[in-house]
């Protein structure tokens, strides 16, 4: 399987909203609904704040959310925090107890 | 609080062999299925195998079919991955993460370096 698509970077003042991609193909994103998004500062591990495409696990802040159309998957940040650069991830079931995941997406807060 | 801690990596030859483990606390194993993802260095993350419960069942990236083994033990509260014929593209940091739902993995580890390197 081939790595999802995201870009390599996002940015955005602090209180605005950024959207991330993540495209792949009706084989994963666009096949299940089982598309998640993790979150991973430096040097630490990837922590899950979106799963099955919209939802948000206990603790994760409402401003935080997930959708999808078609192949491509979307996570959007609103209201953006300092503490919220780090690198994201998207991930899909692919099929066959597979998963793909995205080259990562580093977000930076201006 | 949910823990995974992962252990026994390290620094290996081409063709050599290491075992990680993963220890799990706070939570019933048995009832997981459970999962290896690793992060070569600046690089993103990729699935790497997969167990049902009770053992059953594996599932492997293609990369690694034939080399790697994952396999636990509920007992010991442990999963563990077996890896032979290491080669340099298996650098990584290797994490060892709880899967919930059948799809996604809720939990992970803090990673264990691995390193293949003559």
């Known amino acids: 399987q081939s790595a999802l698509t995201q870009p390599p970077s996002a940015s955005g003042s602090p209180g605005q909203s950024v959207t991330i991609s993540c495209t792949g193909t009706s084989s994963d994103v666009g096949g299940y609904n089982y598309v998640s998004w993790y979150q991973q500062h430096p040097g630490k591990a990837p922590k899950l704040i979106i799963s099955e495409v919209t939802k948000r696990p206990s603790g994760v802040p409402d401003r935080f959310s997930g959708s999808k159309s078609g192949n491509t998957a979307s996570l959007t940040v609103s209201g953006l925090q300092a503490e919220d650069e780090a690198d994201y991830y998207c991930s899909s079931y692919a099929g066959s107890s597979h998963w793909v995941f995205g080259r990562g997406t580093q977000l930076t807060v201006l | 609080e949910v823990q995974l801690v992962e252990s026994g990596g390290g620094l290996v030859r081409p063709g050599g062999s290491l075992r990680l483990s993963c220890e799990a606390s706070e939570f019933t194993l048995s009832v997981f299925w459970m999962s290896w993802v690793r992060q070569a260095p600046g690089r993103g993350l990729e699935w790497v195998a997969k167990?049902?419960?009770?053992?059953?069942?594996?599932y492997y990236v293609d990369s690694v079919k034939g080399r790697f083994t994952i396999s636990r033990d509920n007992a010991k509260n442990s999963v563990f991955l077996q890896m032979n014929s290491l080669r340099a593209e298996d650098t990584a940091v290797y994490y060892c993460?709880?899967?919930?739902?059948?799809?996604?993995?809720?939990?992970w580890g803090q990673g264990e370096q691995v390193t293949v390197s003559s």
């Open positions: 167990i049902k419960q009770g053992g059953s069942e594996r």
């Open positions: 993460a709880r899967v919930s739902g059948g799809w996604t993995f809720d939990y």
